[in-house]
């Protein structure tokens, strides 16, 4: 998934308001995943400070506790963390991926 069908999602799952209140994005469970993924790829440094060095596939190790958070609490705990850590950056990211885009167009 790209961040545009990141956006796009959000824009139907969100109303839009998503953009305008940083403090209250709280996308669902599946797109949180998502957006890690895509905004953890074009950050590394930030994937850097959530996976621990010893991993090989550090983005494969997020993407997994993503996947998997349904399945065990523990896996749940760190997903929730991850987001956490990572949702106001995350939601700045996809707003300057937007007007980029926008300013290319």
Known sequence: ???QDCIGWLDMAC???????PDSFNPSAELRGDIA???????ETW?????????DHQLEWV???FDSAKASKVNELTANCIWN????????WLL????????WS
Do not use: G, T
Request: proline share 2%; charged share 20%.
């Open 63 to 65: 993407a997994m506790m």
């Open 37 to 43: 993924v895509e905004f953890l790829k074009q950050n």
């Open 1 to 3: 998934m790209s961040w």
């Open 15 to 21: 109303f839009k308001s998503w953009r305008d209140y």
């Open 85 to 92: 850590y990572i949702s106001r950056a995350a939601h700045q």
């Open 47 to 55: 994937l850097s400070d959530i996976a621990v060095p010893i991993y």
């Open 96 to 103: 300057e991926c937007e007007e980029q885009s926008i300013a």
